[in-house]
């Protein structure tokens, strides 16, 4: 009697600084912001980890922010895995380990956990790319304490877009690509009917933020809000 979906998942987010750049073009694209990573925030259904917020004013660079990014998904996967195999699956390893002498490939199901973004693949794994976060997830994490069998890490692109990554410890999945095409945040909030601690639905609602304005990591030690013309997106003409 145990459950035959995996059990455990992490999401994330992320959020970056709009720096200005002034006449760089590629063919007839011209580029007018570096989307350089501000912040990043991790939720799951772990006990425990819950919820993590990792921002570039403690880490210092962005890769010090990607290093601390594997270093929290690590961390939750080494619970979420401690208390499958010692609780949740337990019955089900020592009976295959009894009938087979074998539970590598239900090990190897159970030592992959997935973590999950919302359109991860066209935004920010790309926008993460060039600080490195490629090269560490492809990297033998160091610390780990669950041994893996091992497995030859892969990356699934469509174009531009990161369909899925995985090392075998971790494995990067896009909810987007799993819904109706042209479905938003806020309409896929709205017709998951989520429920929590966010109780209306204005609440729970993606809200306003001053992307453009937000172009150095030094103004969020501003103490009042900007003013409203600095929400105005340049990309959106609203």
């Not at 989307?35 to 819950?50: Q, V």
């Not at 030592?111 to 990297?139: C, H, M, Q, W």
């Not at 306003?208 to 003409?237: H, M, R, W």
């Given at each position: ?33 570096e989307h350089i990573p501000l912040s990043i925030s991790i939720a799951s259904n772990i006990s425990g980890c819950e919820i ?29 895995i401690k208390d499958m195999k010692e609780n949740i699956y337990k019955p089900l390893i020592d009976k295959l380990l009894k ?91 709205k017709e998951s009917n989520i429920t929590g601690e966010l109780n209306t639905q204005q609440q729970r609602l993606k809200g ?31």
């Amino acid at each position: 009697n145990v459950p035959f979906n995996y059990p455990y998942f992490i999401t994330w987010d992320i959020e970056c600084i709009l720096s200005k750049v002034t006449g760089e073009m590629a063919g007839a694209t011209q580029y007018i912001n570096e989307h350089i990573p501000l912040s990043i925030s991790i939720a799951s259904n772990i006990s425990g980890c819950e919820i993590k917020h990792l921002s570039l004013r403690t880490c210092g660079t962005p890769q010090q922010l990607i290093k601390e990014l594997f270093n929290e998904l690590y961390r939750m996967r080494e619970i979420a895995i401690k208390d499958m195999k010692e609780n949740i699956y337990k019955p089900l390893i020592d009976k295959l380990l009894k009938e087979t002498n074998d539970s590598n490939k239900f090990n190897t199901w159970i030592n992959e956990i997935p973590v999950i973004g919302f359109n991860t693949s066209s935004y920010d794994i790309p926008a993460l790319r060039a600080y490195g976060f490629i090269d560490i997830l492809l990297k033998q994490p160091i610390g780990v304490i669950t041994p893996v069998p091992p497995i030859k890490p892969f990356i699934v692109k469509k174009g531009g877009k990161y369909i899925s990554l995985s090392n075998g410890y971790l494995k990067f999945l896009d909810y987007i690509l799993y819904i109706g095409p042209g479905t938003d945040l806020n309409n896929f909030i709205k017709e998951s009917n989520i429920t929590g601690e966010l109780n209306t639905q204005q609440q729970r609602l993606k809200g306003f933020f001053p992307y453009e304005y937000i172009d150095d990591v030094n103004k969020l030690n501003e103490n009042k809000l900007p003013p409203k013309e600095a929400f105005y997106s340049t990309l959106k003409g609203q």
